[in-house]
């Protein structure tokens, strides 16, 4: 138990702020609304324009992409730093991992993920 006890601590700790940062913006926060208070904000000017709506589906497939090859390079970097210690298996084994990402790239790529016409 004692080898968990950081790891206990630092959730605890993040869950007492967050905790704490929605007790005080409830004691503490504005309880008056105005009109003013509920138009939006935008940095500090007048909203340029009025809303759109809802994002696009190719928007959230794009995000998704991103998402995947973000979290493939999270892979990626560890791999290439201890290659040489790893030996030919581990570079074969990134190969495959990758192939697997680049089919997905490609399957993505035909079904027109990536088209914003």
């Known amino acids: 138990m004692r ?3 950081a790891i206990l601590l630092t959730a605890g700790f993040g869950l007492a702020v967050a ?3 929605v007790v005080l913006s409830a004691l503490f926060g504005p309880k008056k609304r105005t009109p003013v208070k509920q138009e939006p904000f935008e940095c500090g000017m007048p909203p340029a324009m009025e809303p759109r709506g809802m994002a ?3 928007f959230y497939l794009v995000a998704v992409l991103f998402v995947m090859f973000d979290v ?3 892979f990626l970097y560890p791999w290439a730093v201890s290659l040489r210690q790893l030996g030919p298996a581990a570079f074969w084994a990134m190969a495959g991992f990758l192939g697997v990402l ?3 790239l490609v ?3 035909k079904k027109g993920a ?3 016409d």
Do not use: D
Request: hydrophobic share 50%; charged share 15%; net charge negative.
């Open 72 to 74: 493939e390079i999270v």
């Open 102 to 104: 680049l089919a997905g």
């Open 3 to 5: 080898q968990y006890l």
């Open 114 to 116: 990536l088209e914003w």
């Open 107 to 109: 399957y993505a790529v």
């Open 19 to 21: 905790g704490g940062m």
């Open 56 to 58: 696009r589906v190719n």
